[in-house]
C-alpha cells in the first residue's frame, strides 16, 4: 500500500502546486452556468489541508470565482483527495470507490448551488 500512498501524495502535490488559480477562475467564474459541477469536479484531485483552504478559496473569490464554486471545490477536495481514494482502492472494490466519490461529487454539489442561492 506505500507505493499507492507515495504517488498519490506526490501526483496531489504536483496538482496542487502547479494548477493556476487564473485557470481554474476562468472555468468556474460566477458566469458559468457549470461552474459548481466543474468545481467540485476540480476539487476531486486537489489535495487541500485544512490551513490551506481559506487563502485558497479568497484568492479565488477575488479572481471572479463564484462563492458556490468556491464551497463546491472546499468540499470537493475536502471530502475525498486523489491520495483517499488511491488508498481506498487499495482496501476496497472498485464499485464502492466509485460510489463513496460519487456521493462526494454530490453532495460538493448540492452544497455549492445551495450556497449560491442563500448568499
Do not use: C, H
Amino acid at each position: 500500500m506505500l507505493p499507492y500512498l507515495i504517488g498519490g501524495i506526490a501526483i496531489g502535490s504536483s496538482i496542487y502546486g502547479f494548477m493556476p488559480t487564473e485557470l481554474v477562475a476562468k472555468y468556474a467564474n460566477s458566469d458559468n452556468p457549470f461552474a459548481i459541477p466543474v468545481a467540485a469536479v476540480i476539487g476531486i484531485p486537489l489535495y487541500i489541508r485544512a490551513e490551506a483552504v481559506i487563502p485558497l478559496s479568497a484568492a479565488l473569490a477575488a479572481k471572479g470565482m463564484g462563492l458556490g464554486a468556491v464551497m463546491a471545490l472546499i468540499i470537493g477536495s475536502a471530502g475525498a483527495s486523489l491520495t483517499e481514494v488511491i488508498l481506498l482502492k487499495a482496501i476496497f472494490k472498485n464499485q464502492l470507490v466509485i460510489a463513496f466519490v460519487g456521493v462526494i461529487i454530490t453532495m460538493a454539489i448540492l452544497a455549492g448551488f445551495t450556497y449560491q442561492w442563500l448568499f
